[in-house]
């Protein structure tokens, strides 16, 4: 009996919590939105969705076993699946397919394969895929297809070349934008296939925060962020947009609930998660603003990725024993 | 509802025998007295070989101030002084004794009546301190540390409080709970007798609220002493370490110790075990030393969870076989409880002053699972409730970086297990915390030895 008794050092239980379930619990939490995005983009963003998910889970697989060579794979625990819907949520549904697969070949292979697999990238993948298209297919990445209802897929009327009916290109061109309240929370406006429908990525941020995968630090910041900076612009120029537009258009609330939230590229401690989400906040309006996209979401995030590690190293949690009375 | 304010996880709670009353364990054929039960010197066997002892027959002295005498808990002749395997896995001197009859020392009170400090009022603070002395009260929670020496705080400090530990924040373990629904009033006078002893008029016990029939119960009788001081029953919000001496001050005051080497008494508590507040009151009001306490013997796959009162040298074995016998799935035997306690290469180490507890796991719980890669959840960050980084203490300790891991402070850490508690990648953070922690201290001790 005593020959097989385990002997290990405390704690000797563990929570139950793992890496796929916190991974699949983001993906629970994105399928308010995909649906959203199948209902409104129809078949286009289905099979964006699909390709881009499926080539990022080969990429991945592929590159782990003949180029690393490393027994352990890490496929099966959903994050790479979650880079794939991320990705495809980060891009127009009538983005030609192969395009979807080389965002996912750059996103995978180069941004979290180079740097070590899961946990050791320092950009997020997707938002890193993201920008590679953009920079490399600027026309078919801002060519955006408006919602229809019922799978009516209709290619935006707009000249090639030029950005779409997004509220935020309006914004850019100097045209007012207006915009009903409810449309932009339902989604009834163009951009990237995951990012329109305000409503499902809000309830996914809920449920993320009910099931405890992240807490409300990085998006409430953001958000808050973006609302008092473009009150305070709206307030000194009563042609610029309001705070609502702001927040309910382009890329914000799928940044702020699912890029920025990231576990591997946010900082750790509770003030650098703040000040990081402050700063992503500022960076978005700047961007929006006066950059030369009209959104500046993703460019944010990616900046502050970059900006992680330092702030874990002078962010550090309050150590107990440093507030010695109430 | 009160907590402590810095991280902190739930573990399933798991109180399978907070409904058994407390039974009387039989008395051992041959029980074991380890010298070393307790934070400080060993204490120097006084007996030899042949001896005959009685129960509460003091066996070994205090090896020093920070130590503890032991009192052999069962009459009989001693049978040798060897070595045991302990808690802690090594082998250490221990004084074995055959047990014949049941046979006590006379000074020692043995009726239950409840004696109060209205009964002994010429009771002073020195008699008291002296008398928790020689009977070898250590913290019954499981740290072992010598009563007397809690109760000397250093010179120039104002104690303010007594704050009595009744939280029992580690899974499966009843001892504390069924102690207190059994023993209320013994405890009662206990910490009256400790406030006395440390002239504070101000006691508070603190009780989490998964065991509101003790609450309810410690609360109805702290009238009945108000004439001796103020004790305040505090129940707290189930969250674990709260059992932890810094988590349960601020818990119960909202004050924060500072890093070491200040100690509780620098905000102005000094802490008990709710455990030892009874063996403190039947060492001065029974004359009884300490030689028995309540250990819970507990698993899902045990027959019978138990809480028995224990004689101090029976072998665990006796009291797994006493709930049902070892079951067969058996894959981790732990003294304490699952989150601090000690895995135990088998079940003959003897029951000691801080063992609270006897736990059993089976093949499948004992097992930890493969390691994943860090994902930077932070998961770790959020639990540990003395404000450090367990995934950045961890990773230092594996690349072996130990300047770094004392300025991350890394001796702060009071090994609760929190941060691998709730690892989502499985990671053995404690286990390399634990390196980074015994080797940076071993730094400071050579510095300081240097200078």
């Given at each position: 009996m005593?020959n097989?008794?385990?002997?290990s050092?405390?704690?000797?239980?563990h929570?139950?919590?793992?890496?796929?379930?916190?991974?699949?619990?983001?993906?629970i939490?994105l399928?308010?939105?995909?649906?959203?995005?199948?209902?409104?983009?129809?078949?286009?963003a289905?099979l964006?969705?699909?390709?881009?998910?499926?080539?990022?889970?080969f990429?991945?697989?592929?590159?782990n076993?003949?180029?690393?060579?490393?027994?352990q794979?890490?496929?099966?625990?959903?994050?790479?699946?979650?880079?794939?819907v991320?990705?495809?949520f980060?891009?127009?549904?009538?983005?030609?397919?192969?395009?979807?697969?080389?965002?996912a070949?750059?996103a995978?292979?180069?941004?979290?394969?180079?740097?070590?697999?899961l946990?050791?990238?320092?950009f997020?993948?997707?938002?890193?895929g993201?920008?590679?298209?953009?920079?490399?297919?600027?026309?078919?990445m801002?060519?955006?297809?408006?919602?229809?209802?019922?799978?009516?897929t209709?290619?935006?009327?707009?000249i090639?070349?030029?950005?779409?009916?997004?509220?935020?290109?309006?914004?850019?061109?100097?045209?007012?934008?207006?915009?009903?309240f409810?449309?932009?929370?339902?989604?009834?406006?163009?951009?990237s296939?995951?990012?329109?429908?305000?409503?499902?990525?809000?309830?996914?941020?809920?449920?993320?925060?009910?099931?405890?995968?992240?807490?409300?630090?990085?998006?409430?910041?953001?958000?808050?962020?973006?609302?008092?900076?473009?009150?305070?612009l709206?307030?000194?120029?009563?042609?610029?947009?309001?705070?609502?537009t702001h927040?309910?258009?382009?890329g914000?609330?799928?940044?702020?609930?699912?890029?920025?939230?990231?576990y591997?590229?946010?900082?750790?401690?509770k003030?650098?998660?703040?000040?990081?989400?402050?700063?992503?906040?500022?960076?978005?309006?700047?961007?929006?603003?006066?950059?030369?996209?009209?959104?500046?979401m993703?460019?944010?995030?990616?900046?502050?990725n970059?900006?992680?590690?330092?702030?874990?190293?002078?962010c550090?949690?309050?150590?107990?024993g440093?507030?010695?009375k109430k | 509802m009160?907590?402590?304010?810095?991280?902190?996880?739930h573990p399933a709670?798991?109180?399978?025998?907070a409904?058994?009353?407390?039974?009387?364990?039989e008395?051992?054929?041959?029980?074991?007295?380890?010298?070393?039960?307790?934070?400080g010197?060993?204490?120097?066997?006084?007996?030899?070989?042949g001896?005959?002892?009685?129960?509460?027959?003091?066996?070994?002295?205090?090896?020093?101030?920070?130590?503890?005498?032991?009192?052999?808990?069962?009459?009989?002749?001693?049978l040798?002084v060897?070595?045991?395997?302990?808690?802690?896995?090594?082998?250490?001197?221990?004084?074995?004794?055959?047990?014949?009859?049941?046979e006590w020392e006379?000074?020692?009170?043995?009726?239950?009546?409840?004696?109060?400090?209205?009964?002994?009022?010429?009771?002073?603070?020195?008699?008291?301190?002296e008398?928790?002395k020689?009977?070898?009260?250590?913290g019954?929670?499981?740290?072992?540390?010598?009563?007397?020496?809690?109760?000397?705080?250093?010179?120039?400090?104002k104690?303010?409080?007594?704050?009595?530990?009744a939280?029992?924040?580690?899974?499966y373990?009843t001892a504390?709970h069924?102690?207190?629904?059994?023993?209320?009033?013994?405890?009662?006078?206990?910490?009256?007798?400790?406030m006395?002893?440390?002239?504070?008029?101000?006691?508070?016990?603190?009780?989490?609220?998964?065991?509101?029939?003790?609450?309810?119960l410690?609360?109805?009788?702290?009238?009945?002493?108000?004439?001796?001081?103020?004790i305040?029953?505090?129940?707290?919000?189930?969250?674990?370490?709260?059992?932890?001496?810094?988590?349960?001050?601020?818990?119960?005051?909202?004050?924060?110790?500072?890093?070491?080497?200040?100690?509780?008494?620098s905000?102005?508590?000094?802490l008990q075990?709710?455990?030892?507040?009874?063996?403190?009151?039947?060492?001065?009001?029974?004359?009884?030393?300490?030689?028995?306490?309540?250990?819970?013997v507990?698993?899902?796959?045990?027959?019978?969870?138990?809480?028995?009162?224990?004689?101090?040298?029976?072998?665990?074995?006796?009291?797994?076989?006493?709930?049902?016998?070892?079951?067969?799935?058996?894959?981790?035997?732990?003294?304490?409880?699952?989150?601090?306690?000690k895995?135990?290469?088998?079940?003959?180490v003897?029951?000691?002053?801080?063992?609270?507890?006897?736990?059993?796991?089976?093949?499948?719980?004992?097992?930890?699972?493969?390691?994943?890669?860090?994902?930077?959840?932070?998961k770790?960050?959020s639990?540990?409730?003395?404000?450090?980084?367990?995934?950045?203490?961890?990773?230092?300790a594996?690349?072996?970086?130990w300047?770094?891991?004392e300025?991350?402070?890394?001796?702060?850490?009071?090994?609760?297990?929190?941060?691998?508690?709730?690892c989502?990648?499985?990671?053995?953070?404690l286990?390399?915390?634990r390196?980074?922690?015994?080797?940076?201290?071993?730094?400071?001790?050579?510095?300081?030895?240097?200078?």
């Open positions: 005593s097989k008794l385990t002997v050092l405390s704690p000797h239980v929570s139950g919590d793992s890496v796929s379930k916190n991974m699949y619990g983001v993906l939490a399928l308010p939105a995909m649906i959203c995005s199948f209902v409104f983009f129809g078949i286009g289905i964006v969705t699909a390709v881009s998910v499926a080539s990022c889970v990429f991945e697989w592929a590159i076993k003949y180029l690393l060579k490393n027994p794979s890490t496929i099966c625990d959903g994050s790479a699946i979650l880079t794939g991320l990705l495809a980060n891009v127009p549904s009538n983005l030609p397919l192969w395009i979807v697969i080389l965002g070949l750059f995978i292979g180069v941004v979290k394969m180079t740097f070590g697999g946990g050791c990238n320092l997020n993948p997707a938002l890193a993201r920008a590679f298209l953009l920079i490399s297919f600027p026309v078919q801002t060519t955006w297809p408006n919602p229809g209802l019922g799978f009516m209709i290619a935006d009327a707009s090639e070349g030029q950005t779409g009916a997004t509220p935020l290109a309006l914004m850019k061109q100097g045209q007012a934008v207006d915009m009903d409810w449309d932009m929370l339902i989604g009834k406006m163009g951009g296939l995951g990012e329109v429908c305000a409503l499902a990525l809000l309830l996914g941020f809920v449920y993320m925060l009910v099931r405890k995968i992240i807490t409300w630090h990085i998006p409430v910041s953001i958000l808050a962020t973006v609302a008092v900076c473009a009150a305070l709206h307030w000194a120029n009563p042609a610029y947009a309001t705070p609502t927040l309910f258009s382009g914000l609330m799928l940044g702020a609930i699912f890029m920025a939230t990231d591997v590229t946010s900082p750790m401690s003030k650098g998660q703040i000040i990081y989400g402050v700063a992503i906040g500022f960076l978005t309006i700047v961007i929006r603003t006066w950059g030369a996209y009209p959104e500046g993703s460019f944010a995030i990616l900046i502050m970059a900006f992680v590690p330092l702030i874990n190293t002078y550090k949690p309050k150590r107990f440093e507030v010695v | 009160k907590t402590f304010r810095i991280g902190g996880v709670e798991n109180k399978l025998s409904a058994e009353p407390i039974k009387v364990a008395l051992p054929k041959v029980a074991v007295f380890p010298l070393s039960q307790h934070i010197a060993p204490a120097k066997a006084i007996v030899q070989k001896d005959k002892v009685k129960v509460g027959t003091m066996i070994a002295e205090a090896g020093g101030f920070v130590s503890a005498p032991i009192f052999s808990s069962v009459s009989g002749t001693v040798k060897d070595t045991v395997i302990d808690a802690s896995g090594y082998a250490k001197p221990a004084i074995y004794i055959t047990v014949e009859g049941d006379a000074g020692i009170d043995r009726s239950k009546d409840l004696v109060t400090l209205k009964d002994r009022r010429e009771l002073t603070s020195d008699e008291i301190k008398k928790i020689n009977a070898g009260i250590v019954m929670g499981g740290a072992c540390f010598p009563t007397h020496v809690k109760l000397s705080p250093p010179p120039g400090s104690p303010e409080w007594i704050i009595i530990n939280v029992e924040c580690e899974p373990l504390d069924r102690l207190m629904l059994e023993h209320a009033d013994e405890i009662l006078v206990g910490v009256t007798l400790l006395k002893a440390m002239n504070v008029g101000k006691a508070y016990i603190g009780i989490e609220n998964n065991k509101p029939d003790a609450i309810e410690m609360k109805s009788k702290t009238m009945k002493f108000i004439h001796e001081g103020d305040e029953i505090v129940p707290l919000k189930v969250k674990y370490p709260q059992g932890g001496e810094k988590q349960l001050i601020d818990a119960v005051v909202g004050r924060q110790v500072p890093a070491p080497p200040a100690l509780p008494v905000v102005g508590a000094i075990n709710v455990g030892t507040a009874f063996a403190v009151y039947e060492a001065v009001m029974k004359n009884k030393p300490l030689f028995e306490r309540i250990v819970t507990t698993g899902k796959s045990l027959a019978h969870p138990s809480n028995f009162l224990v004689r101090m040298g029976t072998p665990m074995s006796q009291l797994i076989d006493a709930c049902g016998g070892m079951p067969e799935d058996t894959g981790k035997l732990i003294g304490g409880g699952p989150m601090m306690g895995a135990l290469i088998n079940a003959e003897p029951i000691c002053k801080g063992s609270s507890g006897v736990l059993l796991m089976n093949e499948q719980e004992a097992k930890r699972a493969e390691a994943q890669p860090c994902i930077r959840c932070a770790c960050v639990a540990c409730p003395m404000g450090l980084e367990p995934f950045l203490l961890s990773k230092l594996e690349v072996h970086d300047e770094r891991l300025k991350e402070d890394v001796v702060s850490c009071i090994e609760c297990g929190s941060c691998q508690f709730t989502p990648s499985h990671r053995p953070l286990d390399y915390v390196l980074g922690k015994s080797t940076v201290l071993g730094i400071i001790h050579a510095r300081k030895a240097k200078a």
